[in-house]
T-cell receptor, first 111, second 110 residues
């Protein structure tokens, strides 16, 4: 079974803090993704990576950066957290048939 | 990507088959049908996908009509743990993005 894990299920941070969300997949997938999910807005793509050290902006990259130093690990960084970044963050990796496997999600609250 | 239409909600009795329909009348020849589900407060889970042939795996079966304008996801013996929102997505094979619509909220009842 494909496994995608995320570093935390719940996280509470203060405004202005730097936040690291980590994602690890164990299927040797080349493509990995970060989304946020908000009620009424569905899934929105923040960034994706198609190879180590490669990244592409998604629909809403502002306020976020990413890092992919190893194939299995894709990190999302909030440089200076703001309250409008309170959300559920979902990491995914893409399989052979373009299906995506998601992690359990990190519910981030910025106060 | 083609637009999909799903019923807002459905109920199913535990142990019975759950049949979830999806209309995708504007699907183009190179677009696949994918199904995912999301149990409350968890990440989405990939279920199955297909192009034009019917597909079956350990979780479900996918029936696609001959004209490919609609499909049905079948959970053969629904359990309470299958209660979730089910999303039907139509997209090109090389499309990286994942856009979920509103989906169908399936409630499996004892």
């Amino acid at each position: 079974d494909v496994k995608v894990t995320q570093s935390s299920r719940y996280l509470v941070k203060r405004t202005g803090e730097k936040v690291f969300l980590e994602c690890v997949q164990d299927m040797d997938h080349e493509n990995m993704f970060w989304y946020r999910q908000d009620p009424g807005l569905g899934l929105r793509l923040i960034y994706f990576s198609y190879d180590v050290k490669m990244k592409e902006k998604g629909d809403i990259p502002e306020g976020y950066s990413v890092s992919r130093e190893k194939k299995e690990r894709f990190s999302l960084i909030l440089e200076s957290a703001s309250t409008n970044q309170t959300s559920m963050y979902l990491c995914a990796s893409r399989g052979l048939h373009y299906e995506q496997y998601f992690g359990p999600g990190t519910r981030l609250t910025v106060t | 990507d083609a637009k999909t239409t799903q019923p807002t909600s459905m109920d199913c009795a535990e142990g019975r088959a759950a049949n979830l329909p999806c209309n995708h009348s504007t699907i183009s020849g190179n677009e696949y049908v994918y199904w995912y589900r999301q149990i409350h407060s968890q990440g989405p889970q990939y279920i199955i996908h297909g192009l034009k042939n019917n597909e079956t795996n350990e979780m479900a079966s996918l029936i696609i009509t001959e004209d490919r304008k609609s499909s049905t996801l079948i959970l053969p013996h629904a359990t309470l743990r299958d209660t979730a929102v089910y999303y039907c997505i139509v997209r090109g094979y090389n499309n990286n993005d994942m856009r979920f619509g509103a989906g169908t909220r399936l409630t499996v009842k004892p």
